[in-house]
């Protein structure tokens, strides 16, 4: 990827937003927003500004895939985070680049490369 990208970050975990958001920007990025709940995140859509999303699944109990539609319905590429202890995708986002927790850095580039090519 040859330049940075502003991301949005969808994620409950302040210690993993934290860490996803200095991995992020140790490559190059830059956070638009970070959201820690599906209102907060449907609202950062509604005012855009940013490349590309990435989104935790499991929102303090709340599934993320309101966003994932808002997401969609926009043009907007997206990521979905998880930790593997959740139901598969809608099929509707089957083909969504997954990015599996915990996060590490070499794992970002390719999964945004992926979604943005």
């Given at each position: 990827?040859?330049?940075?990208?502003?991301?949005?970050?969808?994620?409950d975990?302040?210690?993993?937003?934290?860490?996803?958001?200095?991995?992020?920007?140790?490559l190059?990025?830059?956070?638009?927003?970070?959201?820690?709940?599906?209102?907060?995140?449907?609202?950062?859509?509604?005012?855009?500004?940013?490349?590309?999303?990435?989104?935790?699944?499991?929102?303090?109990?709340?599934?993320?895939?309101?966003?994932?539609?808002?997401?969609?319905?926009?043009?907007?590429?997206?990521?979905?985070?998880?930790?593997?202890?959740?139901?598969?995708?809608?099929?509707?986002?089957a083909?969504?680049?997954?990015?599996?927790?915990?996060?590490?850095?070499?794992?970002?580039?390719?999964?945004?490369?992926?979604?943005?090519?």
């Amino acid at each position: 990827m040859s330049e940075g990208r502003n991301i949005l970050v969808v994620e409950d975990e302040p210690l993993i937003a934290m860490m996803l958001e200095d991995f992020l920007e140790t490559l190059g990025h830059r956070i638009h927003a970070s959201c820690d709940n599906v209102s907060a995140a449907l609202g950062a859509c509604e005012s855009g500004g940013f490349d590309v999303a990435i989104l935790d699944v499991n929102l303090k109990g709340e599934a993320v895939w309101p966003v994932a539609k808002r997401l969609q319905e926009k043009g907007v590429p997206f990521v979905i985070a998880s930790g593997g202890h959740v139901e598969p995708p809608p099929a509707e986002f089957a083909s969504v680049p997954m990015l599996e927790k915990p996060y590490t850095i070499d794992r970002i580039t390719p999964v945004l490369e992926r979604v943005t090519a």
